[in-house]
Each structure stands twice: as C-alpha cells, then as structure tokens.
C-alpha cells in the first residue's frame, strides 16, 4: 500500500518568511495529493491540492509542486503570517479517497 | 461546515467497556470513511463505505472494531472491550461530489480510555 513520509516535522519561521514542506510517496499509482491544514482542536481541512497531471498549482500565498519521477511533492507557503500556525498534513491517493494517506504532518510555528 | 456531524465530541470509559460513535454526513450517497488520528500523527484509515457496503478495512481495525452504515446514511463504529492504545480521535469524513478526491471531515469523536 501507500506510504508517505514527510518532513519536517516542525517548522518555526519568522513572519512574512516562507516555508517549505516536503513529502515523498512510494505508490506510482497516486495521482491526487491533497494538503490539509488542522488547527488545534479541529478538524483537517483541505487548503490546496494537485493531480499528477500538473506539476504545479498556485492559490495565492500557497503553492504545491509535484515531481512524479522522483515520487516528492512540496507544499510552499510565502509571507507566512501567525494564522498560518498549525500542522499540515500532506497525502496521497489514487484520486477516489478510499486510499488516502496520510503523512505525519508537520507543525508550523510562525513567530510574529 | 463540512456537512459531517459526529457525537460524541468525547466519550471517556474504563478499560473492557464498549463505546459507539456516531456520523451523519450531509447526503446518503457519498463515500463515508473512518480514520482514527492518535496524538502527533496524521490521521490513519481504518474502513470506507460506498452508500451501505463497507469496501476496505484496514488491518489496523482489529476484531474489537465493527463499523456499519445502513441504509447508506449515518454510520456507527463500535469499539468492543476497550483498550487504552484505542485512546485516540475518531474522525468520519465524507467524499465531495464526483470523484474529487477531496475529503470533508468531521469535527471528531475523542476516546479516552482509563
């Protein structure tokens, strides 16, 4: 099955820096990777997501890249502001949820 | 609001005690799953509905575990004699609409057991 890795595990920035998180799968069959934000004491919530049939989307200060040959994906936040403290999660699936899995997030600390 | 409600939001018990939850997604027809998030870690399947069929377990629901959706709505996950590694959150998500992929979450039912 699936299994994805992502690093790092903490992430602590200064605001308006960037940050970057990675993640690496090992099915070449994925061809939907997802990213989910969760916020203390809440629920996961989808902020961006890519199909394996672009290599990059956009969505304003968010972006995700996707390399398929090396089987990585990166998710990439510019001028972070301290809203955007919480863990994300990356993941991936054949593109119908029911192999969707998770990496063990990444929690991102942005100092004012 | 993700269109997925769960109760309990909590449920503390004693260890050997059976605990049931809860999720009613906004519509009978979409996918239904169960993940269960242990503190630290993204959250991890456990078993996934199409209308009433359940489709896939994952081997980490023991036999303890037994989830149904009848009817094709709500669904319930049942935990029998509980033990302490069950403590953990119990997420139900439901699919969007057509094969999007997305999932929409519920707010989670936390176990803790004693």
């Known amino acids: 099955g699936e299994n994805v890795e992502q690093h790092p595990s903490t992430l602590s920035v200064q605001e308006g820096d960037s940050a970057v998180i990675k993640c690496t799968y090992s099915?070449?069959?994925?061809?939907?990777f997802p990213w989910y934000k969760q916020e203390l004491g809440k629920r996961p919530q989808l902020i961006i997501d890519i199909r394996s049939n672009v290599g990059e989307k956009k969505d304003q200060r968010i972006a995700v890249t996707l390399n398929k040959t090396a089987k990585h994906f990166s998710l990439h936040i510019t001028e972070t502001q301290p809203e955007d403290s919480a863990v994300y999660f990356c993941?991936?699936?054949?593109?119908?949820?029911?192999?969707?899995?998770f990496g063990a997030g990444t929690r991102l600390t942005v100092k004012p | 609001d993700t269109g997925v409600s769960q109760n309990p939001r909590h449920k503390i018990t004693k260890r050997g005690q059976n605990v049931t939850f809860r999720c009613d997604p906004i519509?009978?027809?979409?996918?239904l799953y169960w993940y269960r998030q242990t503190l630290g870690q993204g959250p991890e399947f456990l078993t996934y509905f199409q209308n009433e069929a359940q489709l896939e377990k994952s081997r980490l629901l023991s036999d303890r575990f037994s989830a149904e959706r009848p009817k094709g709505s709500f669904s319930t996950l049942e935990i029998q004699r509980t033990e302490q590694g069950d403590s953990a959150m119990y997420l139900c998500?439901?699919?969007?609409?057509?094969?999007?992929?997305?999932?929409?979450f519920g707010e989670g039912s936390r176990l803790t057991v004693l």
């Open positions: 099915d070449s069959a994925s061809n939907y």
């Open positions: 998500a439901r699919s969007g609409g057509g094969n999007t992929g997305e999932l929409f």
């Open positions: 519509s009978e027809h979409n996918r």
């Open positions: 993941a991936a699936s054949n593109g119908f949820g029911n192999d969707m899995r």
